[in-house]
Structures are given as C-alpha cells and as structure tokens.
C-alpha cells in the first residue's frame, strides 16, 4: 500500500514537484526521470512523524525486485506506513518468518478456484450497474461503476452490510485521502476514520461470535492452522486491512483503465471486436498504470542498494510503477501492446507480500470491461476535459464518459 504522497508539493533532491497533477494523470516520465537520476533518490522532509522525515525512493526494476525479495532487511513492519491502524496490519505489517503463518491461512480463501464462485454474481451485478446507464447518453464512470462494484463484491464477501457501503467508502477515502490542509490535521482524521473502522469491524465481530454467517469473518474466527485459531483481535487485524485494501484498489485500477481506453480508440475498439484480448489487456492496463504505485518498507539495519548507502531505519518507497516501465527490464517498456503475451508486471508488489487479492482483482476487472464493451463500445472522455488523479492510488473521482 502506498503512502500518501503530501500534497504540499515536496521536491526530491533532484527537483522533480511530486504534487504536480500532470505528474499523476501521467507518472511515466517523471519515472524515467527518477531511474536516470539514480538508483536511491532522498525526498526531504515528506514524513514528519518520524525522526528522519526523509524518504528514499527506489526506481529500477532490478532494486526494486531487490528490495521486495529481502524482508529481513526492508521491513514491512508497524511503522512503515501509518493508516489509522493501532496494530501492525495483519498480514501487510508483519515480516516473515510470522507472516507464513497467516498467508497459509488466507491463500486458501483467495485460490482461483473460490474466486471463480463469485464470477456469476459478480457478473449480475455489473450488468445491472452498465444497464443502468447504457440509455443514457453518458456517466461519471467512477461513480456508476468502479466505486459500487467492488465495494458491493468485497463488502458481501467479507460479511460487511452493503447498505452502508457510502459510509465505509468515505471513512476509507479518510484515510487514504485525508482533505485536511495540514499534516497534523490530515494524521488526526486518519486516526479519527481508523478509530471508527475498528468500531464497525468490533461490531460485526460480536455479532459473528454469537453467530456465524457465510462470510470472511465467520470463516477466519473458525480456520485453524497448525491446530491453532486466530484470536478475535487477529480477525480484526486482518479486516482492516481488507477494508483498505479491497475498498480502493479494484476503484482506482478500473478508473485508470476504463480513462485508458476512453482516450485511445484503437485499443478500445480491439477490445471491443475482440473480447479474448480482455485478459491481456489487463495486465498490460496494470504494468502501464500501475494504480497502486509504490509500497513502502523501512530499513532494520545499514544497507545499500546498486552502490547507494541507506541508512537504517529510513523509509524506503518501492516505486512499482517505475520498475513496471523500466526500458532495463522491458521490451517496448514505452509501448501499451494490449496483445503483449509475456508480462511478469509488479502491479501486485512481489516477495512475500505480494497481492493476496490478485485474483479476485484480476477476475472484476476481467468481468467489468467484458459486460461494458458488450453493451457500450463506443465511449469517449468529452472533449476538453482535464482528468484529475489522485497521488498514490491513482483515482479519478470524476470520470465523464459520453457515448
Ligand atoms: C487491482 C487491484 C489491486 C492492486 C493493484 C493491489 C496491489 C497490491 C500491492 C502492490 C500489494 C503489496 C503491498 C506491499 O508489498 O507492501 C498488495 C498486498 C495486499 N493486497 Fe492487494 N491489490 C489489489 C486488490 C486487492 C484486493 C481486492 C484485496 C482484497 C482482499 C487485496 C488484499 C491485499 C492484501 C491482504 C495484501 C497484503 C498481502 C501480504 O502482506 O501478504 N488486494 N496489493
């Protein structure tokens, strides 16, 4: 999960504006500019809560790669990043050799086989939402489809009320996009929004207690491993994070794709024509987009990276959406070919870390843009609109679509 980028506009050492909003709608080429400026470039001064405020932001595909593959020295721990969580985030802020533990628990429910239940019912509800729509003669795509989808699959899922979904949906964006106008401020709404997230996940958790459900709750208060169960703080643990991760993520990769596609009619038109292209155009929406475009560690001891001295205990941004578009590791790395067969992106992070919703994600954003272009495939962003993205977990809450 990505910090959130300060929106007061913090410069790195070698000058790029990292607030700049053409630098969200089209990272790219401040990416080229971060890897050519070096393998570690210091950003001073964006974490005031911590005693180095600095972070050092990490852009070649190889160091990156590097760094996702060695926990023991780029910790995932507690105060990598600060989401409202009194708690290390189970299983995101706990390394390894713990972290086994929980994953052995949780891939099981996440295996294609279990998401590959959810495809018909994820399908009914997105034809509902396109039809919804499809007489009309435009939409905000964010608001019509990529916010209430996920929400809706995720929040039945988990055992969450779906009629509360607008709530939860604005005490995450609390968190991942606080609009207060100042650091302490923003932290104080984050602590506020993750104050009443434990509550909610408090209060379906007693509920659960007293009576199971067929629900994620239900089952993670029940699995066992080793012959052990989790405790019901553990449960708790492991929503929050899911609350986060799977409110926001599926919203942010369908905006930039479906804004993707708007912009440039010929690869919306061959996917159009040709829906068996849809899986690949995914992966090469993700590696080009790369939604979610950093995670974060912190260094438990002095280290180095191509060369480059950091010290320990600093943070270190993995910047995925670099690595994702590095011309090192990439034929074409420049080039969107939705038809590209091979594609090993790190839109999903890598190591031990790596997505534990990846196919659930891949499978709504696979049935999203099949029903849409089966019954809208002609679209486009109306002329002279400017699209905002938001930093970090690139957003677009106002997505015009006409047709
Ligand atoms: C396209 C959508 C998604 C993207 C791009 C995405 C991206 C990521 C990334 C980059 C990481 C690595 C974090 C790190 O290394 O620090 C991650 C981890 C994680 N994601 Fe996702 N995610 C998506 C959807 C989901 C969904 C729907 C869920 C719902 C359950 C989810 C649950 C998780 C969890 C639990 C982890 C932590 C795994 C661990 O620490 O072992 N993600 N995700």
Redesign the pocket.
């Known amino acids: 999960?990505a910090t959130n980028a300060d929106d007061t506009g913090p410069k790195s050492e070698n000058g790029f504006d990292m607030g700049d909003p053409e630098l969200n709608r089209h990272p790219q080429p401040g990416y080229r500019m971060l890897r050519d400026s070096g393998p570690v470039v210091r950003v001073a001064g964006v974490i005031p809560s911590r005693a180095s405020a600095d972070a050092h932001l990490v852009g070649r595909h190889a160091d990156v790669v590097t760094v996702?593959r060695n926990p023991d020295v780029f910790s995932?721990r507690f105060d990598a990043v600060h989401i409202g969580q009194v708690r290390p985030l189970i299983?995101?802020q706990?390394d390894p050799p713990d972290?086994a533990k929980?994953?052995k628990l949780?891939d099981p429910l996440?295996a294609p086989r279990r998401i590959a239940l959810l495809e018909d019912r994820t399908r009914a509800l997105v034809s509902d939402l396109v039809e919804a729509v499809a007489d009309d003669s435009g939409c905000n795509f964010h608001a019509a489809v990529s916010e209430p989808l996920?929400s809706t699959v995720?929040l039945e899922l988990l055992g969450l009320p779906v009629s509360r979904a607008a709530e939860f949906i604005a005490l995450k964006d609390g968190i991942i996009r606080p609009s207060a106008p100042t650091p302490e401020e923003r932290s104080s709404m984050v602590d506020d929004a993750g104050a009443r997230i434990y509550a909610v996940l408090q209060e379906v958790l007693d509920e659960r207690l007293e009576t199971r459900q067929e629900d994620f709750i239900s089952d993670f208060l029940d699995a066992e491993v080793d012959g052990e169960r989790l405790t019901p703080e553990e449960v708790i643990d492991?929503c929050y994070?899911?609350f986060l991760?799977?409110l926001d993520?599926?919203t942010?990769?369908l905006d930039c794709m479906m804004a993707r596609l708007a912009l440039h009619p010929a690869e919306r038109r061959r996917l159009a024509d040709d829906p068996s292209v849809i899986p690949h155009a995914v992966e090469e929406m993700?590696r080009w987009e790369?939604?979610?475009t950093a995670?974060?560690?912190v260094t438990t001891q002095d280290t180095e990276l191509s060369g480059c001295p950091i010290a320990a205990d600093e943070v270190v941004s993995?910047m995925?959406g670099s690595a994702n578009t590095d011309e090192r590791a990439w034929d074409e790395a420049a080039s969107v070919d939705i038809d590209r067969r091979v594609n090993k992106h790190?839109?999903?992070?890598?190591?031990?870390?790596?997505?534990?919703?990846?196919h659930?994600?891949?499978m709504?954003?696979r049935v999203v843009l099949e029903e849409w272009h089966s019954r809208i495939p002609e679209y486009r962003v109306p002329e002279g609109v400017e699209l905002d993205y938001s930093p970090s977990l690139r957003q677009i809450a106002d997505l015009p679509l006409v047709w």
């Open positions: 999960m996702l995932s299983p995101l706990i972290h929980y994953r949780l996440f996920p995720f492991i994070l899911f991760a799977g993520t599926v942010a990769s993700l790369t939604p979610v995670v974060v560690r993995v995925l790190l839109a999903f992070g890598g190591g031990v870390h790596r997505c534990l919703g990846s659930l994600a891949r709504e954003l």
